[in-house]
Structure formats: structure tokens, C-alpha cells
């Protein structure tokens, strides 16, 4: 199984970008997926979640602003990001719950990360 993660970039404040991450593999179900960012001395946080019914949740700091979403038949998750601000930049990484064919039990993976900039 692997997961791309793509869509960071450099934005202005106020901007906006939308992050994708695809996995491939021999998927059987994917369950919940989350996407988690990482900025430079912090540690990795959970920024937003969604299971496998389409229940979010959201960290306080980017409720409002940021929206999950997924793509079941594509094997697809989005997260859209509107109204960025400077303490957005990070490193985005989603992680994934993943049961592969021909298994009984899920297990996580993680992307490989992309770069968010919020900066003028």
C-alpha cells in the first residue's frame, strides 16, 4: 500500500489550497484517515479526521477554515484548506487506516509528506 500525498505549495495569508491523498495497493477497505502536519521543532499533530462513514473532526485551531473530505471509489482523501494563516506552514502528511486484500486486520501507513508555506 502507499499513499501520495500532493497540492502544498506557497500561498499568500488569506489563500488557499487543497490537499490530496491517494492510496494505492491491494486496498481491501480503507477505514479512517487523517491528515497531520509537523512544523519545524513541534511535533506532528493531528489536524483533521475522517472514518470510514464520513464523521470529522477537526483541531480548534483550523475548525472553520479546513474541510475533509474522501472519495471512497477513488481511494481518495482532500483537505481542503481556505482562509491560511502563516502558523499553517508545515510538512502535511496523511495516514491511513488500511486492511489489505487477503487480511484480517488494518494497519496504518503514512504519506510522504508535503509542503505548506503561508507566507507574503
Known amino acids: 500500500v502507499q499513499l501520495q500525498a500532493s497540492g502544498g505549495g506557497l500561498v499568500q495569508p488569506g489563500g488557499s489550497l487543497r490537499l490530496s491523498c491517494a492510496a494505492s495497493?491491494?486496498?481491501?477497505?480503507?477505514?479512517?484517515v487523517g491528515w497531520y502536519r509537523q512544523a519545524p521543532g513541534k511535533q506532528r499533530e493531528l489536524v483533521a479526521g475522517?472514518?470510514?462513514?464520513?464523521?470529522?473532526n477537526y483541531a480548534d485551531s483550523v475548525k472553520g477554515r479546513f474541510t475533509i473530505s474522501r472519495d471512497n471509489a477513488k481511494n481518495t482523501v482532500a483537505l481542503q484548506m481556505n482562509s491560511l494563516k502563516p502558523e499553517d506552514t508545515a510538512v502535511y502528511y496523511c495516514?491511513?487506516?488500511?486492511?489489505?486484500?487477503?487480511?484480517?486486520?488494518?494497519?496504518?501507513?503514512w504519506g510522504q509528506g508535503t509542503q505548506v508555506t503561508v507566507s507574503s
Open positions: 495497493g491491494s486496498i481491501f477497505r480503507i477505514n479512517a
Open positions: 495516514n491511513a487506516d488500511v486492511q489489505v486484500r487477503g487480511t484480517f486486520w488494518p494497519n496504518k501507513h
Open positions: 475522517i472514518s470510514s462513514g464520513g464523521s470529522t
